[in-house]
């Protein structure tokens, strides 16, 4: 019954939102609904595995023989965990910000949360497939309606390079469907398939596609620092807090089990170019002047990692992958969050014009240097916990390209100290910028980060645990 | 027994708690209070760290290991969350804490003019610096180490960019830290190793383990811990940082870019000695490096005329010549020269900051001059330590400089001819500047000249313990030579020490001559510099052959010119050039090309009847040849739907 809650819950609230009139009323009632599913979420953490209540199943499709299979792993687990928190921390971080039409905003909002909610909660490949175009949607007309000045052709570009994606992927499910014995898509029957010679490697060529663009992996990238630019900030913490690791919890959920061979044979390939990418990124984001554009190439980089480390086959770096899901989706969180408030409170988020936040907001440059620490992975901030274990199964893959993607861990230092030391360190007087003052639920909710922060960098092992079974499971049917 | 080791937790609790309240409150405390609090946590901790010394330093000692919580536990390995308490990591203890606490001291009163919330800031980055000094030197494993390792990094960054109104100051601390980095991934990559080829990072089941390596990871293990090593310990080609890491408060210098921090890399290899010492290869490039470092920073500071800029190539020089002792197996000889150099370094930079704040933070040499008259204690002191840093007996740099050269001398004499010129470097450069600041007569301002004044007790009193430690600290290694069997370090440290060091071979006649030789260039060194820069000190810019000396051999320029400077270029060209033409003109062109296709396939619904019958008849022909030839498909059709 819990997937079903996490899906139903926005999903219906959702509707209900667009009817509402007053703007404080949808505000509150949106939060609400997101804290109401956080409950639910943190419920299913002191569940065994095994328990009755994490998995639902019902008739669907029977004509296609897609059934409504949901249900919670430890992945699933800790990936609705972090969708669950992070919506109520966005509503209510961005509280002061208005929208012209906020009922039609916080209602596509929140659809979007049950459409990413399907996606991780879907045993069936189907239903995986419609949850996953379900999740695109309100955030096309989000970004499309309430973005910035240059939103109408970046969003359209955003949509339909995804939605590319997704027709390849369409095509494989289309073919798997007529692999399985009984035409079933369950992940049951599909996780049990094999497929003739060489058959293999193009339909992981498939699936791939779709996932690599929803990451991205370089080179697939260049919708998103577009759109996360342009799209309104609140929206933009969806998408990289949350929607881009569709792509990584779709890769270990779907592609590396259902093509275990072509995973290995085109792990190579795969790692080289999500290494390359780290640098790439990592180099592209020195030369940014926008604070917006700099963390989404610095969140390439950061994905790149995860990238490699999934394809490595090794369980410490599968652990650290899961681990780092949680871990990016916070601590971008937490630095879009500060991104937001800066631009809304001065009115640019150019490097160029920015300066001397420090000397007046005190509390905002504490708060934003822990979560630029926990961007260059320091230890004792959760980053570190994930990076490093991701790095040590790269090691053991590839000592080379371990040592070449380390680099990005220097450059990520360079660019994200640049980033602080022009935002808030020199003289306010030269920058001429007024006091940025933090509303009381934004400067809450960063607070809130930076201890989960700490606390999972101090104390990782807890979060390790919820993903053990899920990675022993993986590891197993991969090897 | 043992009853205070297992509390060593508490040691970098103390500071952590003083970060907190310091932090967390630091709008609400008055200076006074924060002094206490900063300051107390560190005695505290001292005051432990000594009760624990005298237990590990009672006969029968075993190491005692206190484990908190497994930090990672993952299927292939488990990193615990724990602390070691032997012999080494206690040393560093009283140093870290005993310096540290002094250092404190000093700064209550250095600190003073800072507004509240920023004297407040101060003092929670030193006790947030101490705590992860303790956390590296206390760590039961290479990443806790780590841990360590990196937070003293970040300390340091805070600390320099302590003032972070001054942009420059902001871009030291920035490349201090990147810097740092570089070495961290050294570090990193070792530790990747270890896990690798062990399956495990703790000190004791990787050195019980270290026969089934083989040379070959033995060797590329210590070589990248050196990489951490040089980032950490500003050797070459990582030392750049370090003299521009001055820009923070002198306390900070004196505490963590002389005294501690900056020793951090060779802790990590005297713990390590066991890998070490299998390592032949990896000890003659520590031992070169190190000579080179320690030269190559003598003959910069020679040149220089801001006060903390001389003592900070001194520190660099002085690291050299740790390393070189690491690197020819005088571990105990390293760790020596540490202790006697935090004693001496740590009273320098503080006497540097009496100076600085007497004279209203004047910190070039030229404008300074005939301050004994004004500064008795600092001059003192300061003198005291210019003799021990120039090695002469009976001061403390003396016995760990001797030691570290004569253990060069056996190894290969061209290590100590170039080890004893750097010597004579050293104490030539110590005394123009003593020189040039104390002797003579002032040349600043008449109304600077009207505040000169002696600085007040929190800064004159750790003056003077640091200057007895100074000038005592060496007896702590007495050579062979002088009494048998009374070198009370290399006991204390034996149970920690590989056995290969050499025994010493020297005959006591060469050991006296090799003395005689140091002592004689370096008291020669300072007679020349004494009655040279006392009388008239040097106040022209330099030229020729000093110029590039001035400018630090251009090294800086190198650096910016071959690394930074196209680091930036090739972002740029991405950035410009790869993904906005290339790649994105590539995702670009294939949306364009399906709308062109889309618009000249429009214009096939032309409205002409005409062609609507020619298409009709077309496709009716592609019909019927499908009928009749399409099973020449199947194979196609086949492979789709397989």
């Not at chain 2, 900070?252 to 020793?263: E, F, N, Q, R, Y």
């Amino acid at each position: 019954m819990i997937p079903v809650l996490l899906i139903l819950i926005p999903l219906l609230s959702g509707f209900i939102t667009f009817f509402l009139k007053n703007e404080r009323t949808v505000k509150s009632w949106a939060l609400l609904s997101s804290i109401a599913t956080l409950i639910v979420s943190l419920f299913s953490l002191g569940m065994l595995q095994g328990n009755n209540q994490l998995t639902y199943d019902t008739q669907w499709l029977p004509l296609l023989g897609s059934r409504f299979t949901v249900s919670l792993d430890g992945m699933g687990k800790m990936i609705t965990l972090l969708t669950a928190i992070s919506f109520p921390v966005i509503f209510a971080a961005t509280y002061k910000n208005t929208y012209s039409k906020p009922a039609s905003f916080y209602a596509l909002m929140l659809l979007s949360q049950a459409g990413l909610m399907g996606v991780f909660c879907a045993a069936d490949l189907l239903l995986f497939y419609f949850f996953w175009e379900l999740a695109l949607i309100p955030v096309y007309f989000l970004s499309s309606i309430w973005g910035g000045e240059r939103r109408i052709p970046v969003t359209f570009k955003f949509f339909i390079y995804t939605f590319v994606g997704s027709l390849f992927m369409l095509l494989g499910i289309i073919y798997v469907y007529y692999q399985t014995p009984g035409h079933s898509l369950a992940m049951s029957q599909i996780y049990n398939l094999t497929f003739p010679d060489g058959r293999e490697n193009y339909l992981f060529g498939l699936f791939f596609i779709a996932f690599a663009i929803k990451m991205p992996i370089f080179p697939f990238h260049t919708w998103q620092p577009d759109t996360y630019e342009q799209a309104p900030t609140a929206v933009t913490m969806v998408l990289s807090a949350v929607m881009v690791k569709m792509g990584v919890f779709a890769v270990i959920r779907w592609l590396l089990p259902m093509f275990p061979d072509a995973s290995h044979s085109m792990s190579h390939l795969v790692i080289l170019l999500a290494v390359i990418g780290m640098l790439y990124a990592s180099l592209i984001a020195i030369k940014q002047d926008d604070m917006k554009r700099l963390i989404a190439y610095s969140s390439i980089a950061h994905i790149g990692l995860m990238g490699a480390a999934m394809f490595t086959s090794d369980a410490a770096a599968m652990q650290g992958v899961m681990f780092q899901m949680f871990a990016h989706g916070i601590n971008v969180l937490g630095l879009w969050i500060t991104a937001d408030v800066i631009e809304k409170q001065t009115g640019t988020r150019k490097f160029s014009e920015l300066g001397g936040l420090a000397q007046k907001s005190p509390t905002l440059a504490i708060l934003f240097v822990t979560m630029a620490l926990a961007n260059i992975a320091l230890p004792l901030t959760n980053a570190f916990i994930g990076e490093f274990l991701m790095f040590s199964g790269l090691f053991k893959y590839n000592v080379w390209l371990a040592a070449i993607a380390l680099i990005s861990i220097i450059l990520a230092a360079v660019y994200t100290l640049w980033m602080v030391q022009k935002i808030f360190y020199g003289d306010a007087k030269d920058s001429n910028l007024p006091v940025v003052i933090l509303p009381n639920g934004t400067r809450l909710m960063l607070m809130i980060l930076v201890v989960v922060i700490l606390v999972f960098g101090v104390f990782p092992q807890p979060m390790i645990n919820l993903t053990t079974d899920t990675v022993t499971k993986l590891i197993a049917q991969i090897k | 027994m043992n009853q205070f080791s297992h509390l060593v937790y508490l040691i970098p609790l103390f500071p952590l708690v003083g970060f907190l309240i310091n932090g967390l409150a630091r709008n609400s405390l008055s200076k006074s209070a924060t002094g206490i609090i900063g300051s107390g946590v560190i005695l505290a901790s001292f005051v432990l760290s000594v009760l624990i010394f005298l237990e590990v330093k009672s006969p029968g000692f075993q190491p005692v290991i206190v484990n908190l919580f497994d930090f990672i536990r993952v299927t292939d390995f488990t990193i615990a969350f724990s602390f070691r308490v032997d012999q080494l990591s206690t040393l560093w203890l009283l140093i870290v804490t005993g310096i540290g606490f002094l250092i404190h001291l000093y700064s209550t009163s250095y600190m003073h003019s800072e507004a509240a919330p920023h004297f407040a800031r101060f003092f929670a980055y030193m006790n947030l610096f101490v705590f992860s000094m303790l956390l590296l030197v206390l760590g039961a494993n290479y990443v806790i180490m780590f841990i360590g390792w990196e937070g003293v990094g970040l300390c340091s960054y805070l600390l320099i960019g302590y003032w972070f109104k001054n942009n420059d100051y902001n871009y030291a601390a920035r490349k201090a830290f990147v810097m740092n980095r570089i070495g961290d991934l050294g570090f990193l990559l070792a530790v990747f190793w270890l896990l690798a080829k062990l399956g495990t990072v703790d000190y004791t089941e990787v050195f019980a383990r270290v026969a089934t390596l083989s040379t070959f990871d033995i060797t590329a293990i210590t070589m990248l811990l050196f990489v951490g090593a040089a980032g950490k310990s500003a050797q070459i080609p990582l030392y750049t940082w370090l003299p521009d890491a001055m820009a923070g408060p002198t306390p900070v210098s004196a505490l963590i870019h002389a005294a501690t921090m900056v020793t951090a890399g060779i802790y990590m290899i005297v713990r390590s000695n066991i890998l070490y010492s299998l390592a032949p290869f990896t000890q003659a490039v520590v031992a070169t490096i190190g000579l080179a470092t320690a030269l190559l920073a003598a003959t910069i500071a020679i040149k220089q005329n801001d006060i903390k800029k001389v003592l900070a190539y001194s520190t660099v020089s002085q690291l050299g010549y740790m390393f070189l002792g690491l690197g020819v197996g005088a571990y105990t000889g390293a760790v020596f020269h540490v202790m006697t150099h935090a004693f001496f370094k740590a009273l320098l930079f503080l006497g540097a900051g009496s100076v600085i704040h007497a004279i209203h933070n004047e910190q070039d040499i030229r404008n300074m001059g005939g301050l004994k008259k004004y500064m008795p204690i600092t001059h003192i002191t300061f003198l005291l330590a210019c003799l021990a840093i120039s090695g002469i007996p009976p001061f403390s740099g003396f016995f760990s400089k001797d030691e570290i050269l004569a253990a060069a001398f056996e190894h290969n004499v061209i290590f100590w001819i170039i080890g004893v010129l750097t010597a004579g470097l050293t104490a030539f450069y110590m005394f123009r500047l003593y020189a040039t600041t104390f002797q003579g007569t002032f040349r600043g301002t008449p109304e600077q000249e009207h505040h000169l004044h002696e600085s007040p007790s929190a800064i004159t009193i750790p003056l003077i313990v640091l200057a007895i430690l100074s000038v005592v600290g060496g007896f702590l290694g007495i050579p062979e030579v002088f009494a048998p069997d009374s070198h009370w370090l290399e006991h204390f440290l034996s149970p920690l020490i590989a056995k290969t060091e050499p025994a010493h071979l020297l005959t006591h006649a060469t050991e006296y001559m090799l003395m005689g030789v140091s002592v004689g260039i370096a008291l020669i060194a300072i007679l020349i510099a004494w009655t040279r820069y006392s009388k008239k000190p040097e106040m022209e810019e330099a030229t020729g052959a000093g110029k590039v000396l001035a400018n630090k051999w251009y090294v800086d320029e190198l650096y910016n010119s071959v690394i930074a400077v196209p680091i930036q270029k090739l972002g740029g060209f991405l950035n410009n050039i790869i993904e906005k033409n290339v790649i994105d003109g590539l995702v670009n062109a294939v949306g364009k090309g399906i709308q062109y296709a889309g618009r000249q396939i429009r214009l096939v619904q032309s409205g002409q009847v005409g062609n609507y019958i020619l298409l009709m008849v077309l496709s009716l022909v592609l019909m019927i040849l499908l009928i009749f030839y399409g099973h020449n498909l199947n194979p196609i059709i086949n492979w789709i739907t397989k």
